[in-house]
């Protein structure tokens, strides 16, 4: 069984940044694609960003060239590098791995960024 446990979420100023991570655990885990999600209020889940295991990367719009995906995979840790933080990404952030054809969902961080 895979667990995800992520970290790093907080409390930021407006213009700050944060580094999320996301740490897997289990017998013979081995990612193939990783996401990132996050979830505000009131609205659905929003996917933000794609890492594969041959290094692609994609990433909504609103957070392209200021969230950055990345992995550690001696660590097994997929991390969301967030820079330049806005009040409008206020929201619980989660991370989301396949495995060898199964998704695993991480259990949420919160991020709130204050203006």
């Known amino acids: 069984q895979v667990q995800l446990v992520e970290s790093g979420g907080g409390l930021v100023q407006a213009g700050g940044s944060l580094r999320l991570s996301c740490a897997a655990s289990g017998r013979l885990f081995r990612a193939d694609v990783m996401n990132w999600y996050r979830q505000a209020p009131g609205k659905q889940r929003e996917w933000l960003a794609t890492?594969?295991?041959?290094?692609?990367?994609n990433y909504l719009d609103s957070v392209e060239g200021r969230f950055t995906i990345s992995r550690d995979s001696a660590k097994n840790t997929v991390y969301l590098q967030m820079n330049s933080l806005k009040p409008e990404d206020t929201a619980v952030y989660y991370c989301r791995v396949r495995s060898w054809g199964t998704y695993y969902w991480g259990q949420g961080t919160q991020v709130t960024v204050s203006s």
């Open positions: 890492l594969t295991s041959g290094g692609s990367t």
